[in-house]
Each structure stands twice: as C-alpha cells, then as structure tokens.
Nanobody, 114 residues
Framework: QVQLVESGGGLVQPGGSLRLSCAASGIIFSAYTMGWYRQAPGKQRELVASITRGGSTNYADSVKGRFTISRDNAKNTVNLQMNSLKPEDTAVYFC????????WGQGTQVTVSS
C-alpha cells in the first residue's frame, strides 16, 4: 500500500519560512519523480516544484528563488523549503510520487498571514 504523509504545514507571517516534508512508503522511492502541488481556495491545483530520480528540479515561476525542493533516497523523503513566504502562497500543499502512475498525499495546510 502506497502512503505519502506530509508534515510541516502551519501558520506563518509574511516573509517567514516553513519546511514541508513528505515521507513515502510502499514504493521504490528512488524510481519516482517526487514533487509538490498546491491548491488555494477557489483555484485549480498547480505544480509548485518537482525533482526527478536523477535530481533535476523544476519550479513554478511564482516560487523560483524562494522555494527549494530536495530528496533523501535513504530516508524516502522529499522536502520543500519555503522562504520569503507571501500571502498568495496560502494553500493546501500536496506531495506526489509519479512513475507512470501518480500517487498523492492527503495534503497539509500552509497559511501565510499577519
């Protein structure tokens, strides 16, 4: 059974930082592209960042220079370091694993507000 469990969300002030983590089980982690999507109220889900099996990364233009995605194949985790957070980053953040078939986590809420 595939499980993706996100953690690290919460409430932070504008300009602050959060680190999201996603722990995967039930998959050969190193064989998967991993990443994060987010969905804000009333908006479509959008890709935030991804990292391939080989470590190549991709970011949404809106988070470039502020967010960093990384993976630890020994611990089966993918992390998203989010700096200089803005109110428009407020959303539910979903971890995913993709290798032809895509698996999703349940999401973690990130709220950026003063």
């Amino acid at each position: 059974q595939v499980q993706l469990v996100e953690s690290g969300g919460g409430l932070v002030q504008p300009g602050g930082s959060l680190r999201l983590s996603c722990a995967a089980s039930g998959i050969i982690f190193s064989a998967y592209t991993m990443g994060w999507y987010r969905q804000a109220p009333g908006k479509q889900r959008e890709l935030v960042a991804s990292i391939t099996r080989g470590g190549s990364t991709n970011y949404a233009d809106s988070v470039k220079g502020r967010f960093t995605i990384s993976r630890d194949n020994a611990k089966n985790t993918v992390n998203l370091q989010m700096n200089s957070l803005k109110p428009e980053d407020t959303a539910v953040y979903f971890c995913y694993a993709s290798n032809g078939r895509t698996h999703w986590g349940q999401g973690t809420q990130v709220t950026v507000s003063s």
